[in-house]
T-cell receptor, first 116, second 113 residues
Framework: GAGVSQSPRYKVAKRGQDVALRCDPI?????LFWYQQALGQGPEFLTY????????KSGLPSDRFFAERPEGSVSTLKIQRTQQEDSAVYLC??????????????FGSGTRLTVV | AQSVTQLDSQVPVFEEAPVELRCNYS??????LFWYVQYPNQGLQLLLK??????LVKGINGFEAEFNKSQTSFHLRKPSVHISDTAEYFC???????????FGAGTQVVVTP
């Protein structure tokens, strides 16, 4: 597609519920990042994929967070047993190359997760 | 460890007035620096970036930024703002070779007539 697509746009989950957030990167993009943006804060890095390989997951806040990209395209961020502190906007970004960075990403519009 | 500090959480400005958003970073290595803009309910859009070379960087929508290595700053400026510039602005530094970004907390710019 023309841009990075994230779904759902909004998700309300009851505390303790599991959620899955989807990211469709631009076709052919090798690199994929997930960021978490709490209200009033800047985005914080969660994890990075190069094709299907998860090369960095140092930002995942707990073992309740899990991300995958099994075929090197669509990625899913899963949060188990959601807690109120998980409420945030989850942003996905992709870029064409690997090991490039330098700002060449396209961000999706994000999924706003509210845990009640 | 690298960090990014945006010194102003909110900047009110009148239409057609100039604006400056301040950003300081800490890093012991060469840096790539960025400014992103976020409109309500949208993702981040790259305004400009400093990778190397000229310390004055020009970006989209009339924005520019100056990299100052001695002061570890990367302030964003626009000489004349429009109502449509109302948005949140984030300064960021790349922290690894793959492109991981560390963002500041953001500066909300509110432009009024």
């Amino acid at each position: 597609g023309a841009g990075v697509s994230q779904s759902p746009r909004y998700k309300v989950a009851k505390r303790g519920q599991d959620v899955a957030l989807r990211c469709d990167p631009i076709s052919g993009h090798v690199s994929l990042f997930w960021y978490q943006q709490a209200l009033g804060q800047g985005p914080e890095f969660l994890t990075y994929f190069q094709n299907e390989a998860q090369l960095d997951k140092s930002g995942l806040p707990s073992d309740r967070f899990f991300a995958e990209r099994p075929e090197g395209s669509v990625s899913t961020l899963k949060i188990q047993r959601t807690q109120q502190e998980d409420s945030a906007v989850y942003l996905c970004a992709s870029s064409r190359g690997a090991s490039t960075g330098r700002g060449g990403y396209t961000f999706g519009s994000g999924t706003r997760l509210t845990v009640v | 460890a690298q960090s990014v500090t945006q010194l102003d959480s909110q900047v009110p400005v009148f239409e057609e007035a100039p604006v400056e958003l301040r950003c300081n970073y800490s890093s012991s290595v060469s840096v790539y620096l960025f400014w992103y803009v976020q409109y309500p309910n949208q993702g981040l859009q790259l305004l400009l970036k400093y990778l190397s070379g000229s310390t004055l960087v020009k970006g989209i929508n009339g924005f520019e930024a100056e990299f100052n290595k001695s002061q570890t700053s990367f302030h964003l400026r626009k000489p004349s703002v429009h109502i449509s510039d109302t948005a949140e602005y984030f300064c960021a530094v790349q922290t690894d070779s793959w492109g991981k970004l560390q963002f500041g907390a953001g500066t909300q710019v509110v432009v009024t007539p």
